[in-house]
Structures are given as C-alpha cells and as structure tokens.
C-alpha cells in the first residue's frame, strides 16, 4: 500500500513538473482555410486579422490559420491577399472553449471589385462538441423570461433544483458542480445549520450562481463528461465569462419590479378567518375560558351569564357613588389585560387592533327569589389602536413588494491604448414567500473586470468581485418548505408564524481578486497563470429574548409555539471565516495547425475558522441543552494535468489526463473510538492524542471524440473518470450534545463518478439541429452517513450507549438517460429549443450503519439486522421525464406592422418557456411484506410551469429604452408538495386512497402546493 501511494505522488510530482501556466477556460479560438474562390487552392500568407481586437494570424502551406485566446463574442474578420479583393466576414460567433471553423474564399481583385462582405453562418452541427454542453450568450439571456443565471440553467432538462435551493446535474450531488466566474471557483466552504451541521444543507446555498446578467458576456452548462482541464466536480460545470469594457464607453441600468402581495396558495397566514382568530378574537371568548374563572370558594353568588358569556354583576351605592360586588364569578380585567397582549402579539406590526380600553356601566335587572334586583355589568369599550410594534415579528407580508437594480457599464481607461473597465452591480430585495425573521431575501453583487495592455505579448485581466446574500437559515429558497421555518416540519409547520424572532438572519459575504497574466510566446503559444483570493465570512448573530413579550401561557395558544423560558435568545449564532489562495497555470500550445497541447497546474489553499452554535445559552460546550461546532483547519488541493486535442476533418479528439490531490490538515484522533471531548455532559473524556489527516490521490482520465460526417451529421463519444473532495461539513465538523452528536471524518477520500456518453447531432432541411445523446453515470464512494458508538458520543442521544454520526465512502449510485433537443438554428423571427430528458438515477449504501468497537460490551451479539442492503433503489433526485420549450418571437427595425410609416412592433419581442417535469418519487408501502423491499416505487403528479415574457425597445430623449414585462407561471399551477414519509404518513395514505390534501389542515394548509403562484414583474431600462 505504501509502494503504490508513493509511485502515486511521483507521477503526481511529474505532472506538475511538467505543467506549464493557465486560464485558457474563458477563451475560445478561430480556425479555418483560406483558399482561391475559383481554383480552391490554399493561399500561402494570406494576412487574417480581427478587426479592433490587434490579434490575427497568417495563413500556412495548405492555407489554414489559427487565432488563439480570443474572447468569447461576435467578431469581424478581415482577410487580405495581393492580388485579391479583400475579404470581410462579418458576425464571427466565437465561444469558450470551442473552435470557430470558416472557410474563406477569395477572389481575384477586379476593377470593380475592392472588398467582398460576407456574414458568417453559424454551422448548424458543432463539430468540436465532443461532450453535451450549451451554451447562452448575452442576447438569449436578455429574450429569456428568468429571473437570473439559476433560472436559465433549468431550462436545460437534467439540470434540477432541489427544495433547498441546491441543484443537481444528471442525478449527481447537491455540490457535484463547479461553479466558476472567469475562471474562478465560487467558493462555498460552510452548507449545513450553524451548530447542528448534522442536520444537513441550509437554504439557498446556490445564491451565487444568481449573477447580474448584465455583466455576463456569456455561460456554459457543461452536462456531460468535461475535459482534464475542469476538475473537482462529479456532474458538470458552469462557467460564466464576464463582459469587458469596449474602446467607446456604453452601459444600461434596469430596474425590476414586482407588486406587492400574497405569493403562496391558500388564504393568508393571519387572516382574521383563520381558526385561531374565530375562536379568541372576540374579548368574549376570553370570558368564556376556564383560566379566568374564579375559584368556587371566591365566587360571590351564583355565576351570571348572557347568551352563555360569563360577566360579573355589581349593586350601585348611591351613599358612596361606588359599585359593590354583587355576582362575581369572573376575573374580567385580567381577561381584558390578556386579549390585548394576544392581540398585539397576533397583529401585524402596523395594522388596527381593537383593544379593551375602558369600559362603561349598563344596567341589568336580576331576577331573584326576592324579586327584581337593579344591577350594573361592565361593557368593555373597544378602540382601534395601531399596532406599533409586534415583538414576535408579525408582519403582514403582502406589504413587501420585489425591488431591484441592476446596472452595467464600461469603456476605456484613460486614453491607455488596450486599457479597458466593466463595472456590474445589482441590488435586489426579495420578500420571502412566506414570513420570516428577516422579511427579505436580500442580494447585492458587484463585478469590476478589467483589462490592461502591459506590452505587446503581456497583458493583465484583473477581476474584483462583492457579493452579499442576506437570508434566513431555513429560508430564502422558493420551495414552500425552504421558504421560512413557517413551511418547515422541523418547526411544526404553520405553528411558527406567531414566532418569528426566533431564528436569526445570516449574512454571507464573499470579497474575491484574481489577476489573470497572459504572456504570449508566438501566435500560436501562450501561457495564462491566475492568482485569486477569496474571503468569505458567515455571520449569525444572538439576540437577547423574553417571554415577557407574550401573553401568558394558555389555551388559546392552540398549539402555535411560544417562547417557554427566561433568560432566551435566538436559536443560532455562527462566525466562519474562511480565506482561499488560489494559484492556477496554463501552457497552450497550438503545435500544428490541427494539434494543440495543453498542460496545466492548479493549488487551493484555504485557512478555516468556525465556531458555531445552536442553542438558547451562548456556550453550548458548558451548557447541555445547547449544541456547539469549533474548528480550525487548513485544507489543500492540488492538480496537473495534460491535454491533448487534435482536430481533423473527419475527427476531433479531447484526450487528457488529470491528477488531484487534497489533504484536509488538521488534527484526527489516534484512537477513532475514543476522541477527546472538552465539554460537560458526557460518560468519558476521551483520549486527546491525535495526528495529522491523510494526503488522498486520485488520477482520471478523460476522452472525448467527435466524428463530423460532412456537414449534417457528427457523432460524439465521451469517458471520463471524474473526482470530488467531500464536502467540509462531512469531514471537518464536529457537533456537541453532551458528547459529541456527530464527528467529521477528516480522512474521507475522494467522490467518484465515471462516466459514459454517446450522441450524435443531425442537420436536418439545413436549419434545423437534432442531438440525441445517451448517457451512464457510475457513482462510487459516494459519502454517506453511519453511527458510531463510543463513551464520548452523545448522552442526550443515548444514556447508556453513546454515540455520534460520522460519514463513510461507502455510498453508490446510476443515472442513465436519454437526452433529445431539437433547435432552429436558422435566421428569423422565429426562434425555438426543445429539450427531453428521459431518465433514472439510483443509488444506495453498503456495509453496517452502526458500528461498535470490537470491546465494546454494548456490542449486539450479531450486527445483521445492522447492514444496509446494498440495492438499487430509485432516490429522491429522479426525475424520469422532464421536457422544456423556449420559444421567442422578434422584430426588427421597420418590421411588422406598417401604420403610415409608423411601425408599432419594430423592436417588439415575445418570450416564451415551457417546462415540465415528472413528479418527486415517493414509497407507499401496502402490506408488511413490502416494508423491506420497496423504495420510491410511486410519484407525485407531473409539475408544468409556463413563463411568458413581452419587450419592447424604443427611443427615449435619445436613449435606448427597454420596457419589459414577465409573468412567471403564466397559468398558475399547483406543484404538490411531498408529504413528509415520517412525518406525514397518515396525510399520504389519505391522499393516496382520496385524493384529498392537508388544504383542510388548520396549520398546513399553504403547504399544499411548494411552488409559487402566478408573479408579475416589470423592467425599465435605460441603454447609453
């Protein structure tokens, strides 16, 4: 074992020895033939350049040329030749990581004849293409009805968002995707809740993928395999190529809109209908409660009532002008003093409450054995008052409307020839759908990019990132369930809403450099190398509570939870920083005009700090009803790898060769079952020798082919072996409850996926593009959770047998499927994609989920019942059907309509998707016999959603003006929300056997459907 891992870092060694410098990941190249137009022979020397950008290339003996490094975008061309009337191809579409095949002819110059203008076609099969990917670029995204990039990256049908805000990619992992911004990683060390990590993910992880689209000049979604170039990463990548400024100055600003109001099916949260509000918002019903009733044995005479309302009765005495006690049965006042507090608690902050003030004497005549007794009963006076202040966070969420900004713009620097900026920014507040402690999900982003020309071969890009996401912890996603503790069944779903202050806002930010260094060799040899640093910083803050701030404890609670002890606080508080050094290089190397050589390096150093914890006490470590997470480490990985990709006619090949590293550095315990444990609370306190974590290694080769069989067809085959380091929360964190509830396991090795694809793309009537691709995801190692029993696990899980999750590679799964798009690729007015994935994604885990050390006494005599069926089982991520449309109409200048010479369509644009998707797997089990064997075996029904967006551009004081409207669920429908399998068994049976939901259920009943109902936003824009 020895031997190999050391014959594993030698190789390792090599391939970084040999590596040379990168960030190639944001360009893409130009390439084809220049030829005579009448003979077809090669012109030798012809000069091809690209206009405004000081890059070009000569033409070679067979009259081929290659323009490297060259940013992505629509490019003119200009070709000239002695003898020859000079060329111009214009609209040159150039993306990353792909070549731009074109043949030039030319002709001989004539008297007449100075320069021939052609636009370039865009080739119906992309003949390089030798894994699925697609690619946006910032004219799509404009038409698009989407939010942001996030809205975008679903229409491709095996791109997912789970509940949580995460997404998947072809069945992978929540964190299975390498997200990147100019080549920059988008680092997101810290998922899971603060102090209880065991717990799993938090909201809204995905925030950063939520770019300002007016700062992107362009984003790939790489599904399939990828080259050895991308690593760290099972599923696929992203990556999103920010504009730069241009010779003239030019930007746009645009501001997003939507109204106000209810943004979940069902009746509003704190609606005057609601059960609670019928039952105790009348002063009466207060009355009428056992709690204010006096004791027998201080009762005066018997109880008095009216239309079965308890009230006390008084005599007048005229001598001292006082009322005297005459029936009292009742305490009125200390009702009275309760109904209001209730009232102000329930009350939105700001709205009108009808307290009891005052009140007034009327008269009632008694009758008794004795006769008729005049006697006097309160009448409680009600006055409107505002609720100016509501302790508990009750506000009316229908008052918050959606706002947001978004502004782009850039030029030159000064009079500096090749010297440009590109300034992005976007602020967006967002109400969540449901209410939460922070009321808004807030997002603010700025992007500086800028390019600076140092010499004739060196030239700088430098990129300077913000990015603030203000949300909640379980809320800020746009599942119902994610969108505030409210939704949540872990908060007892609908009874929170009366107590939103308990769970704190969190803040992230992210401050991110990186400076990109191009030096050029040759044209036809570069090296880029890229240095970045990343800081990121959570932060929960504890705030003091009171119980005071509530009315005392009683029925007329009705289950809602309630503060139940003094001194309080907010449930979280965290403090992780995390600073991330990043050097990456890349050596390019076009050898022949159809061979090009890449070889590159990568090294990510992190520093960690987090500390954490989730209890009403501030130290979960002394006191034992709280949970606490602390750490310290100092994670490395590293990467080389070799790349070769040559392309032919009839052939092009992707083949590479990738190598990975990583050590976690930091401290593991010497003896696994017996981890010292500092805190109070637990049977032991461990053994404190430790030593330091495993390096792991990790080699994977990638291969991706293309066959183009003239110019309709093009077969494509990729296999690649694609690794992950395992998330930090499943290796670093460590999580007390007097002991320890969960232990990282910091030696957890890589994640692996290999991965199999096959397509073939088909030109049809020359217009039209059909890609049909079949694919096979093999996942081993996959992480996965188990118990371990030792003296310092958990009390407060088990008394007499300790113990603590920790995670194991013993975790496994498939996804295989079937992918058809079909696109118009053609000029038009016209434009539409459809995409259909059929698929299955499986998965499971080996081995025992409890494990005991071998002298344990708690030991069971035989572990059987204890091992995992290693079965495939459909999981919770397959989606077997899932089908999307984008559809968009346009005009352009004097098109459409003619009125006069007035054209009311010019410049008028229609947006369209459509998207379906087969419903969230369920197991219904209907025997006993069953309960073992089956797993996800039926289906919720099949969710549509239909977006629709309308543009129009015109001129304004002489500025370009975009107004735009967008209606997302076009036609309202409903996504059943997953009943809970332990939670909501009862409720799941029920629908099942009649169809009826929990829409009856007094606290769930805005749980029924998870997505969001019918919005409507508007956009101004202003273009100079």
């Not at 405004?52 to 940013?71: C, K």
């Not at 150093?605 to 100092?634: D, L, P, Q």
């Not at 352009?892 to 379906?916: D, I, R």
């Not at 239909?946 to 036609?971: A, E, H, Q, W």
């Amino acid at each position: 074992m020895k031997s190999m891992c050391l014959n594993s870092w030698k190789i390792f060694v090599c391939l970084i020895l040999a590596a040379g410098f990168l960030n190639a990941q944001t360009r893409g190249k130009i390439s084809g033939r220049v030829y005579d137009a009448k003979s077809e022979q090669p012109l030798v020397g012809a000069n091809v350049v690209i206009v405004g950008q000081e890059m070009g290339a000569a033409t070679d003996a067979d009259g081929n040329f290659t323009i490297l490094r060259v940013y992505p975008g629509a490019y003119e061309l200009k070709v000239s030749y002695i003898g020859y009337a000079t060329a111009t191809v214009q609209d040159v579409r150039v993306y990353v990581d792909r070549t731009t095949f074109l043949e030039i002819p030319m002709s001989v110059k004539g008297v007449e004849m100075e320069e021939v203008v052609v636009t370039a076609e865009k080739p119906v099969i992309v003949r390089d293409k030798t894994f699925s990917s697609s690619s946006v670029d910032y004219e799509e995204i404009e038409k698009t009805p989407a939010e942001g990039m996030r809205d975008i990256m679903e229409l491709n049908t095996s791109f997912q968002q789970n509940p949580n805000g995460t997404y998947s990619l072809r069945g992978g992992g929540s964190f299975d995707i390498n997200f990147m911004i100019d080549g920059v990683t988008q680092e997101n060390s810290n998922t899971g809740v603060p102090g209880t990590n065991y717990m799993g993910e938090r909201a809204n992880t995905s925030w950063k993928y939520d770019f300002n689209p007016l700062g992107i000049k362009q984003m790939e979604l790489i599904s399939g395999g990828f080259s050895a170039e991308y690593g760290n990463a099972q599923s696929g990548v992203v990556k999103i190529v920010t504009k730069e400024g241009s010779p003239e100055f030019q930007g746009e600003v645009r501001l997003e809109y939507r109204a106000p109001g209810k943004y979940h099916f069902g009746d509003y949260l704190y609606s005057k209908n609601q059960f609670e509000w019928q039952k105790w918002g009348q002063l009466e019903a207060w009355f009428k409660a056992n709690y204010f009733q006096l004791p027998q044995d201080q009762q005066i005479g018997d109880p008095y009532t009216e239309n079965g309302v308890p009230y006390n009765l008084y005599t007048y005495n005229e001598t001292t002008g006082t009322y005297e006690p005459y029936r009292i049965s009742l305490k009125d006042s200390l009702a009275a003093d309760y109904y209001n507090q209730w009232l102000s608690n329930r009350t939105p902050e700001g709205e009108s409450m009808d307290v009891a003030e005052n009140f007034t004497w009327i008269q009632v005549y008694d009758t008794t054995e004795s006769g008729i007794v005049p006697a006097y009963r309160k009448k409680w006076q009600l006055s409107s008052v505002t609720n100016d202040e509501n302790l508990l966070g009750v506000y009316d969420y229908r008052d918050l409307a959606y706002k947001r900004l978004l502004f782009g713009f850039g030029g030159p620097i000064g009079k500096l020839p090749g010297w440009t900026f590109f300034l992005s920014g976007e602020k967006r507040k967002k109400p969540t759908r449901l209410p939460t402690n922070e009321q808004y999900t807030d997002y603010d982003n700025i992007n500086l990019t800028t390019v600076s020309k140092l010499g004739e071969k060196l030239t700088l890009r430098s990129m300077f990132q913000y990015q603030h996401n203000r949300s909640g912890i379980f809320s800020g996603s746009d599942d119902v369930r994610w969108a505030s503790p409210v939704g949540s069944l872990s908060f007892h779903s609908g009874q929170h809403k009366y107590l939103l202050i308990t769970v704190p806002p969190k803040d992230e930010f992210a401050w991110i450099q990186s400076f990109n260094f191009t030096y050029l060799f040759t044209p036809d040899a570069f090296f880029d190398l890229t240095l970045s640093h990343t800081y990121e910083r959570y932060e929960v803050n504890t705030t003091p509570l009171s119980t005071k701030w509530q009315v005392p404890q009683g029925n007329w609670d009705e289950g809602y939870t309630r503060l139940v002890w003094d001194p309080s606080a907010t449930s979280y508080n965290q403090d992780v920083r995390t600073h991330i050094w990043a050097v990456r290089g890349d050596y390019v190397n076009q050898i022949t005009h159809n061979h090009q050589l890449k070889t590159g390096f990568q090294a990510t150093s992190r520093n960690m700090h987090y500390s954490s914890v989730s209890s009403a006490y501030v130290n979960a470590f002394i006191y034992k009803t709280g949970f606490a997470e602390y750490y310290k480490a100092k994670p490395l990985t590293l990467a080389a790898y070799i790349q070769d990709r040559m392309e032919y006619k009839g052939m092009i090949a992707n083949l590479g060769l990738r190598a990975d590293a990583f050590n976690n550095f930091t401290d593991v315990p010497v003896d696994e079952w017996n981890p010292l444990y500092m805190g109070t609370g637990a049977n032991a306190i461990g053994d404190p020798e430790t030593e330091p974590s495993t390096f792991h290694v990790a080699f994977s080769p990638r291969a991706g082919l293309s066959f183009p069989i003239g110019e309709a067809t093009a077969f494509r085959l990729q296999y690649g072996h694609f690794y992950a380091v395992p998330n930090f929360r499943h290796t670093l964190s460590k999580s007390t409850y007097q002991g320890w509830i969960m232990y990282g396991n910091a030696n957890l090795g890589f994640l692996k996926t290999i991965s199999y694809e096959f397509g073939v793309q088909h030109s049809l009537w020359g217009t039209h593009k059909l890609d049909v691709v079949a694919y096979y995801k093999d996942m081993t190692r996959q992480t996965t959770n188990i118990r371990r029993h030792f003296p310092t696990g958990s009390v407060g899980r088990s008394a007499t047998d300790p113990y603590a999750a920790t995670y194991v590679n013993t975790g496994f799964g498939t996804s295989k499927g079937i992918e058809v798009e079909f696109e118009k690729h053609s000029a038009g007015r016209l434009k539409y994609r459809f995409k259909y994935t059929l698929s299955r994604t499986s998965g499971g885990v080996y081995g025992p989920s409890e494990i005991w050390d071998e002298d344990d006494p708690n030991r069971p005599y035989s572990e059987r019942k204890y091992i995992q069926r290693a079965n495939d089982n459909i999981t919770s991520l397959d989606k077997t059907h899932a089908l999307s449309a984008v559809l968009s109409y346009g005009f352009g200048y004097k098109e459409g309509m003619n009125l006069w010479g007035f054209y009311p369509f010019q410049y008028f644009s229609a947006a369209l998707t459509y998207s379906v998707r087969s419903g969230v797997p369920y197991t219904l089990v209907e025997t006993y016999e069953q309960t073992f064997n089956l797993t996800n075996n039926r289906r919720y029904p099949m969710e549509y959603e239909t977006n629709l967006s309308l543009s129009k551009v015109f001129r304004l004081f002489g500025y370009r003006t975009t107004l735009s409207c967008r209606i997302d669920n076009l036609f309202n429908n409903k996504w059943l929300t997953p009943f809970d399998p332990w939670v909501e068994a009862d409720d799941l049976l029920t629908w099942v056997n009649t169809s009826k939901t929990t829409e009856d259920d007094p606290y769930k009943y805005f749980r029924v459907y998870r997505n969001i109902p019918r919005q409507i936003f508007f956009t101004f824009g202003v273009s100079f």
